[in-house]
């Protein structure tokens, strides 16, 4: 399978917890993004980064949320001290940044249910 | 103000019709835009892409930009049950707009 790979499909952890998401991307795709999309709403982009560098990250982003990609090939990305509205889908997706040509490959994604 | 506006919808439309999906967006900078569709349940995958003014057409897809006015739209010709979903409008890559869902009736 070479497509990205998402782990785990599903997580239910109780309020206060953390958790960890990993995004594996195609292997030859230097960008890779995390995105979260609740029902009825397109993705909501958190943040992306080009090999190892965090380019971007939303500046409606909590603190609590941090992303690594450490050797620029997989990522990981926690959500400290969860809470019931961090309930969602997080996405990732991965592409060849090739200027304004980017095509995003999407991950099957991550279902997040806080209780 | 969001990045990128869509229309929610739903939008249903007969099938054999033209549907028509618009999106604006925010950023006059903006220079790629895209179109992702997404069925229920699923993530997202690019129907097309486009970054210059005018129409670009690919089979029964054809994008409109128009960057004076900073509109997008997307035209489905021949609308077939199988293209009921949402979809999304993409500005410079990776802002998304919130999709708007189409249903195709038979």
């Known amino acids: 399978d070479t497509g990205v790979s998402q782990d785990p499909r599903h997580k239910i952890t109780k309020r206060g917890q953390n958790v960890t998401f990993r995004c594996d991307p195609i292997s030859e795709h230097n960008r890779l993004y995390w995105y979260r999309q609740t029902l009825g709403q397109g993705p909501e982009f958190l943040t992306y980064?080009?090999?190892?560098?965090?380019?971007?990250k939303s500046r409606l982003l909590s603190d609590r949320f941090s992303a690594e990609r450490p050797k620029g090939s997989f990522s990981t990305l926690e959500i400290q001290r969860t809470e019931q509205g961090d309930s969602a889908m997080y996405l990732c997706?991965?592409?060849?940044?090739?200027?304004?040509?980017?095509?995003?490959?999407f991950g099957s994604g991550t279902q997040l249910s806080v209780l | 103000q969001k990045e990128v506006e869509q229309n929610s919808g739903p939008l249903s439309v007969p099938e054999g019709a033209i549907a028509s999906l618009n999106c604006t967006y925010s950023?006059?900078?903006?220079?790629?835009f895209f179109w992702y569709r997404q069925y229920s349940g699923k993530s997202p995958e690019l129907i097309m892409s486009?970054?210059?003014?005018g129409d670009k057409e690919d089979g029964r897809f054809t994008a409109q930009l128009n960057k004076a006015s900073q509109y997008v739209s997307l035209l489905i010709r021949d609308s077939q049950p199988s293209d009921s979903a949402t979809y999304l409008c993409a500005v410079k890559g990776f802002y998304f707009g919130s999709g708007t869902k189409l249903n195709v009736k038979p």
């Open positions: 997706a991965s592409s060849w940044e090739t200027g304004a040509n980017e095509k995003l490959f």
């Open positions: 950023d006059r900078g903006s220079q790629s």
């Open positions: 980064f080009q090999n190892e560098a965090q380019l971007e």
């Open positions: 486009i970054y210059s003014n």
